[in-house]
């Protein structure tokens, strides 16, 4: 029971580096989320994938990219990473956008610090 | 987005049980309640849903007040295993986003 899988756990950055956050769910979701949480606060979140094909921003969407490469996979990009992007990254999955059904299902998250 | 306001923290004794409340004046008359927690260094996890009446399942208990400005989260015997932060989401429909403001942190103690 896979549901949803983040890699990697943990990484470490240089100001300026680039990475990617992969991301893949095993639910046949339809929609997917990327989220940062900083310490102490509550997840924000960065893009949403309502369907294969479509992304949309968030509330954060600010120095990260995203690609909906398939329905399983969603990945975050950070073309140049900077401090302030140090936190914890999640992802999500869902069965749709209707009103009842968002139960939305996480990964274990990527923490990443940027130095 | 409906706005929510839960207290910051809460204790509870093991096999007591625990009632967590949450103020959701704004919501408006379609959104649900989802109510999600998130254990120490793992991603949150969903907990129940409501819109109208009260629900049960396996993990908890929902009581939402008639008027709807505010429910309750109704574990009945809160275990070492519950403590976490919970949180409150009115689902506000048009959007899929979950909007998550800082929860209750509730601690178990023996």
């Known amino acids: 029971n896979a549901g949803v899988t983040q890699t990697p756990k943990f990484q470490v950055l240089k100001t300026g580096q680039s990475m990617t956050l992969q991301c893949a769910q095993d639910?046949?979701?339809?929609?997917m989320y990327w989220y940062r949480q900083d310490p102490g606060m509550g997840l924000r979140l960065i893009y949403y994938?309502?369907?294969?094909?479509?992304?949309d921003k968030g509330e954060v969407p600010n120095g990260y990219n995203v690609s909906r490469l398939n329905k399983r996979e969603f990945s975050l990009r950070l073309e140049s990473a900077a401090p302030s992007q140090t936190s914890v990254y999640f992802c999500?999955?869902?069965?749709?956008?209707?009103?009842?059904?968002?139960?939305?299902?996480f990964g274990a998250g990527t923490r990443l610090s940027v130095l | 987005d409906a706005k929510t306001t839960q207290p910051n923290s809460m204790e509870s004794n093991e096999e007591e049980p625990v009632h967590l409340p949450c103020n959701h004046s704004?919501?408006?008359?379609?959104?649900?309640i989802h109510w999600y927690r998130q254990l120490p260094s793992q991603g949150p996890e969903y907990v129940i849903h409501?819109?109208?009446s009260n629900v049960n399942n396996r993990m908890a208990s929902l009581a939402i007040a008639e008027d709807r400005k505010s429910s309750t989260l109704i574990l009945h015997r809160a275990t070492l295993r519950d403590a976490a932060v919970y949180y409150c989401?009115?689902?506000?429909?048009?959007?899929?986003?979950?909007?998550f403001g800082t929860g209750t942190r509730l601690q178990v103690t023996l």
């Open positions: 999500a999955s869902s069965d749709g956008p209707q009103i009842a059904k968002n139960i939305q299902y």
């Open positions: 639910m046949n979701h339809n929609s």
């Open positions: 994938s309502a369907s294969e094909g479509t992304t």
């Open positions: 704004t919501i408006s008359g379609t959104d649900y």
């Open positions: 409501g819109l109208t």
């Open positions: 989401i009115p689902n506000t429909g048009t959007a899929s986003k979950l909007t």
